[in-house]
């Protein structure tokens, strides 16, 4: 599903669910992570509580690059945390978050607790306005995040804005050169480098640079579409 609507390799779309799952497995597990704290005796009869309690409705804005493992990053955590989810995948590649939504009602999820909703910027401005959300996780592009972060912390939401990321590099000489060359490229042209991993910069230490020759060698040469 992921490579026939998104377009990325078959290995690539394996890695987005795996990736995803590995957060599924620690929300599983979260419990422990739940727990308040006591501290007795802080001072002359008096003793410290913390607990630790839900927000109500949380919302995520996942992008077009990893539309199965950006989503399973996102509402396993705040579910499992107690609170209730919306979730507005990009409207360019939608289809596996609503499957895995599916999924996830048919493995219990109660009706309600997990939600999607469709659209462009009308919906993520219904979002960042609704005064019933209390918490947004966005990822994607500078431009986009800086606007949600701005508009739904005016809004006095959590705002998490993770956005514009981007790998760098540094070679040095005594790198095994077949292994940096081939790391290197599939780290910058890997999915058009469009994605947060994609290593747009490297910095190459002493006799290491005469190593780029090669790097454009094999860029040349990878299979396109």
């Avoid at 599924?24 to 704290?37: D, N, Q, T």
């Avoid at 839900?54 to 992008?63: D, E, F, K, M």
């Amino acid at each position: 599903m992921i490579t026939r609507e998104q377009g990325k390799t078959l290995e690539d779309a394996r890695g987005d669910v795996f990736r995803g799952l590995e957060v599924v497995e620690h929300a599983c597990g979260i419990a422990s992570l739940l727990m308040g704290e006591t501290t007795q005796t802080v001072a002359r009869n008096m003793d410290t509580y913390s607990f630790r309690e839900p927000l109500g409705v949380c919302a995520g804005i996942s992008p077009f690059n990893f539309p199965a493992m950006i989503p399973l990053w996102m509402f396993p955590i705040a579910t499992a945390c107690g609170n209730t989810y919306i979730l507005k995948p990009s409207e360019k590649d939608p289809g596996a978050s609503v499957y895995i939504c599916q999924l996830a009602q048919e493995a219990g999820l109660p009706d309600g607790v997990l939600n999607v909703v469709h659209g462009g910027k009308d919906t993520v401005d219904y979002i960042l306005d609704a005064p019933e959300i209390k918490a947004i996780s966005f990822v994607g592009s500078n431009h986009v995040g800086t606007y949600i972060h701005q508009r739904g912390s005016h809004n006095g939401k959590r705002v998490q804005s993770n956005m514009a990321a981007k790998n760098h590099g540094v070679v040095m000489p005594d790198a095994d050169r077949e292994t940096v060359v081939s790391a290197l490229t599939g780290a910058a042209f890997g999915a058009a480098g469009q994605r947060c991993m994609a290593l747009s910069t490297a910095v190459f230490v002493g006799e290491s640079k005469n190593w780029i020759p090669d790097i454009v060698e094999k860029a040349r040469n990878l299979r396109v579409n």
